[in-house]
């Protein structure tokens, strides 16, 4: 898993999606840990994130599948569980903010709650991170007992089809534009 290979990469200035934290009384946070899947393609998250992780080195589930289901499908998350790195990374992951929390934990001098934030992308944030994210978060919660938050930033972006899948025109028909639609500028542009 490469740490953070989109360095090299232009990102447009798209404003981090993180969720709002919650605050409760004295500002405590009401998370323990705030995970957000996102897509590479559509700009990293930024502000407020404290370890970002880069699963675009995950082998993408089959076609037809990503094309009906995403990361928080039950049949996805099984065949992705077929791939020998999932578990390793799940588990660094897991590890990482495990390790990261107990250093954000104020409790030798406040009895306030940290928040620590930390976001897992892929190429599109739609199958590989959602599904990661998903699977660390029930990790957490499951051995740690942690109050996790899970979002998924881009998993709106994803149109589900049939066997034909992908993005509709305006027209409701896939693919790209028809004569009309691009004479008008008209239709979806992903």
């Known amino acids: 898993m490469a740490a953070d290979a989109s360095d090299d990469r232009r990102d447009e200035a798209i404003p981090a999606s993180v969720p709002q934290m919650q605050q409760g009384e004295d500002d405590e946070c009401e998370h323990d840990i705030v995970i957000t899947s996102f897509g590479h393609k559509y700009g990293r998250l930024r502000d407020g994130v404290d370890c970002m992780f880069d699963v675009r080195d995950v082998p993408n589930p089959p076609r037809m599948l990503r094309r009906t289901h995403t990361g928080r499908s039950a049949r996805l998350m099984k065949e992705l569980a077929k791939v020998p790195q999932i578990e390793v990374i799940a588990t660094h992951i897991h590890d990482h903010l495990v390790r990261i929390g107990a250093q954000k934990?104020?409790?030798?001098?406040?009895?306030k709650r940290m928040c620590l934030v930390a976001s897992i992308g892929c190429e599109c944030g739609v199958?590989?991170?959602?599904?990661?994210?998903?699977?660390?978060?029930?990790?957490?919660?499951?051995q740690h007992?942690?109050?996790v938050t899970v979002s998924h930033r881009d998993l709106h972006r994803h149109v589900l089809g049939g066997a034909g899948g992908g993005v509709h025109n305006a027209r409701g028909r896939r693919g790209h534009l028809g004569p009309r639609e691009a004479r008008s500028g008209s239709g979806d542009s992903n």
């Not at 934990?105 to 009895?111: F, G, I, R």
Request: net charge positive; charged share 30%.
């Open 127 to 142: 199958h590989r991170s959602v599904a990661i994210a998903e699977l660390v978060a029930r990790e957490l919660r499951s």
């Open 145 to 147: 007992k942690l109050r």
């Open 105 to 111: 934990d104020p409790a030798t001098s406040s009895s």
